[in-house]
């Protein structure tokens, strides 16, 4: 029973992260990639970026479950 | 309007947030000013996000107060910007209050919750530094 009950929350966990990563990714690539390449010295737009790279790559590791 | 492809619709919406520089547009707005369906506004927002803002080095932003926006302001892109982090923030918060801390505080034993816990909570704080401005 618990085993089950585990398994349903992870599933619904994982397609959660997923989402999440799929959010990240749009933002990056519509928002924060055009602003880089446009006004490449802009330090904020360089943090920003730098931070959710790394948020998406954690979120992609756990939505493929590893 | 009858079949509109996504990169005319998209080309539609384009000028006419050009045209209504530096004020931006809401849905209805642009259902007026493209004399396109309200659901091909939305295919030509999409388009124009995905599309023609990396092409144009210009991010479609969005408020509350002002609708859709082809700003050129960088002052613009970073306040839209922070609204998506901070909007992130939020998600992130509930899906670790609401789903995984209950999970992990019930199967303390289970490898993977534990390392979901470890890592959204990284994630919430890498998101938290951004929303405070560092």
Known sequence: MTTIEGADWTTYERGCVREEMLRITRLLDT???PHLKGHPDDEWA???LGQLTSVKTALELLARGE | MGRVPANVAGDLVRVALMEARPAGLTTRQLVTATELSQY???SGLRFVREVLAAENLTPLTW?????YQLSTEPADWIAYERACVRTELTRIARLLSSTVIPHAQRLPDDEWVQLVLGQLTGVKSALGLLVRGA
């Open chain 2, 63 to 67: 408020t509350r107060r002002d609708g």
């Open chain 1, 31 to 33: 928002v924060l990639i």
């Open chain 2, 40 to 42: 091909q506004v939305q």
């Open chain 1, 46 to 48: 360089q943090l920003v």
